[in-house]
């Protein structure tokens, strides 16, 4: 299970490397390049699955963090 994700931006682009939780979601994320909150996009769990370059574990497990 991949427990770090690349989180992007896509209001400036900034990326950021995130050690994902295994137990729970993460629903707000603020960016560390201009600091607008990102919430996840219709459909998907978490920020994680959104934004970032690996789904969040429970989702990598095969099963719904939400």
Known sequence: MQRQS???CPACGHESIETMP???C???YD???CGQRLKPK???CCVFCSYGSAPCPPMQSGGCCG
């Open 22 to 24: 295994t137990d729970a």
């Open 6 to 8: 690349t989180i992007r």
């Open 31 to 33: 960016c560390k390049g």
């Open 26 to 28: 993460v629903f707000f």
């Open 42 to 44: 219709a459909g998907d």
